[in-house]
Every structure is written in C-alpha cells, then in structure tokens.
C-alpha cells in the first residue's frame, strides 16, 4: 500500500500563507496524479487542487484559484500546496491523496490512497 504523509498546517491570520506538504512512498508516484481536498466541520469533502503525474497539468476549485498553487518533486515523491491570501473560509483539515492514472482528476472516487490530514485553521 502506498502511504501519503501531510504536514505544515497550522494557526494563521487572514491573510497569511501556509505551505502543505506531503510525502508519498512507493515506486510507482511519477505515473500518479495527485490531489489536495479538504473538509470542514460539518461539510462535505471538498477538491481542492490536483496535478498531473509529470506536473505539466494543474486544475483547482474557483474559490482557491489564483490564491494556492499545487506542485510536486517527482524526484523526491513530494507534493505541495502553497496557501496564500488565506481566508476564515479555508479552515478545514487538509488531505492529500493519490489517483491511479497519471492525468488531474477533480472527484474524490478517483483517488485510492489518502494521507491522514493536517489542520488549517484561518483566525478572522
């Protein structure tokens, strides 16, 4: 099983950035595209971002786009998530997951292996 490890949330103003990041195992990460998606008290999983398995695709939900950039170290089996601009509205925790196929994908069933999540919380 492929095992996905996210770190870097945290406490921030409105406003401020934060960096996710998340390790994945494995010999097979370059053929895999990969996601952020995150889920608040009470509210449904929500996509995020996702990148292709090469990094050459980049996809987001319109109320990050422009503000968070997804990218990945296929070198390293890492994945980022730059946060800026950060709003009350992005607190949530935080999960990376893994597709199966290399293109972006935007639905959670596309996506087999999940990390355990990280915290972000945004303070008003």
């Known amino acids: 099983q492929v095992q996905l490890v996210e770190s870097g949330g945290g406490l921030v103003q409105t406003g401020g950035s934060l960096r996710l990041s998340c390790a994945a195992s494995g010999d097979t990460f370059s053929y895999r595209a990969m996601g952020w998606f995150r889920q608040a008290p009470g509210k449904e999983r929500e996509f995020v971002a996702t990148i292709s398995g090469s990094g050459g695709y980049t996809n987001y939900a319109d109320s990050v786009k422009g503000r968070f950039t997804i990218s990945r170290d296929n070198a390293k089996k890492m994945v980022y998530l730059q946060m800026n601009t950060l709003k009350p509205e992005d607190t949530a925790v935080y999960y990376c997951?893994?597709?199966?196929?290399?293109?972006?994908?935007?639905?959670?069933?596309?996506?087999?292996?999940w990390g355990q999540g990280t915290q972000v919380t945004v303070s008003s």
């Open positions: 997951a893994a597709k199966v196929t290399p293109s972006v994908g935007t639905n959670t069933m596309d996506y087999r292996n």
